[in-house]
Nanobody
Framework: QVQLVESGGGLVQPGGSLRLSCAASGSIFNIDTMGWYRQAPGKERELVAT???????NYADSVKGRFTISRDNAKNTVYLQMNSLKPEDTALYYC???????????????WGQGTLVTVSS
């Protein structure tokens, strides 16, 4: 069974840093875009950042200059380095990936279970 497992969430003070990791496992032939999304209490899920298989990145305006997304294709893992954290970054962070089970098959979308990030003094 293919799954995404996130780690690295926690409680941090404003101005602090955290690094999230998300590893894909199971029967995977190839992973295309990987990304991070977040959902704050009472709000809809929103894009944080995405990264293509070739390394092209995309960020939400609210995190540009503070967050950095990266990936290790050999490990099927995506990271999110979060610096200068603000209370408004508090949310459940979800990992997302589009993967193929075998050559020439279509891509399927997969979500992780989420990891909680709380920014508070």
């Amino acid at each position: 069974q293919v799954q995404l497992v996130e780690s690295g969430g926690g409680l941090v003070q404003p101005g602090g840093s955290l690094r999230l990791s998300c590893a894909a496992s199971g029967s995977i032939f190839n992973i295309d875009t990987m990304g991070w999304y977040r959902q704050a209490p009472g709000k809809e899920r929103e894009l944080v950042a995405t990264i293509g298989s070739g390394g092209r990145t995309n960020y939400a305006d609210s995190v540009k200059g503070r967050f950095t997304i990266s990936r290790d294709n050999a490990k099927n893992t995506v990271y999110l380095q979060m610096n200068s954290l603000k209370p408004e970054d508090t949310a459940l962070y979800y990992c997302n990936a589009f993967y193929a089970r075998r050559a020439l098959s279509g891509y399927l979308e997969l979500w992780g279970q989420g990891t909680l990030v709380t920014v508070s003094s």
